[in-house]
């Protein structure tokens, strides 16, 4: 079975104080690994898509990589904005689907 | 770019009533529409897979008589939830990908569904 597991499950940082979110996943087959930023109430914006091992993406202050069995989510120098839900979703090789089978996500809070 | 706008936002009804959202996809065209529900600080669940044209892949435990979708054009999926009762009630959200295979879905803002 396809299976995601972020952790950790909460965290709270400084503002400036870099750290790193993981993202576990056991799929029979990837096709991709996407990372999505989540605020309350809102639906999820994208960050990121990740295809293979040795990957690697970056967009402002995130840094997304991945390997054969798990992705992190690097946040440098993090500022109050980043504060949200981060989540990790793979997407199974599955013959004419696009489906994708969610985390249960990491909230960050950065502290001012 | 890859915008997706869903309506209403927010709605509140009266149990055994039925409620539809729509979802559109604003600048691309969505082959396959995606529909999730969320509960409080948990994670996304899919609910059902739509293509443009035919007819939608629920997922097992969704009941397709109770939860009706139709995707009749490139653009714009609906999500009717016949007689809704309280344990509806909870944030919907669509989400919208193209037919490149790796396409990547793009989520609209939600709906929250409150039924009283």
């Known amino acids: 079975e396809d299976q995601v597991t972020q952790s950790p499950e909460a965290l709270r940082l400084q503002e400036g104080e870099s750290s790193s979110l993981n993202c576990s996943y056991t799929?029979?087959?990837?096709?991709?690994l996407f990372w999505y930023r989540q605020d309350p109430g809102k639906g999820p914006e994208f960050l990121f898509t990740?295809?293979?091992a040795g990957e690697e993406k970056e967009k402002e202050r995130l840094k997304a990589t991945l390997t054969k069995k798990e992705s992190f989510l690097h946040i440098t120098a993090p500022k109050p904005e980043d504060s949200a839900t981060y989540l990790c979703?793979?997407?199974?090789?599955?013959?004419?689907?696009?489906?994708?089978?969610f985390g249960q996500g990491t909230r960050l809070t950065i502290n001012p | 770019g890859a915008v997706v706008s869903q309506h209403p936002s927010r709605v509140i009804c009266k149990s055994g009533t039925s409620v539809k959202i729509e979802c559109r996809s604003l600048?691309?065209?969505?082959?396959?529409m995606f529909w999730y529900r969320q509960f409080p600080k948990q994670s996304l669940m899919l609910m059902a897979t739509?293509?443009?044209?035919?007819?939608?892949?629920?997922e097992q435990g969704v009941e397709k008589d109770k939860f009706l979708i139709n995707h009749a054009s490139l653009t714009l999926s609906t999500l009717t939830v016949t007689s809704a009762h309280p344990e509806d009630s909870s944030f919907y959200i669509c989400?919208?990908?193209?037919?490149?295979?790796?396409?990547?879905?793009?989520f609209g803002p939600g709906t929250r569904l409150l039924v009283l």
């Open positions: 989400s919208a990908a193209g037919n490149l295979g790796q396409e990547t879905q793009y």
């Open positions: 799929v029979s087959g990837l096709r991709g």
């Open positions: 990740l295809y293979s």
């Open positions: 979703a793979v997407q199974p090789i599955i013959q004419g689907a696009q489906k994708l089978v």
């Open positions: 600048d691309f065209q969505a082959t396959t």
């Open positions: 739509s293509n443009e044209g035919s007819k939608a892949t629920y």
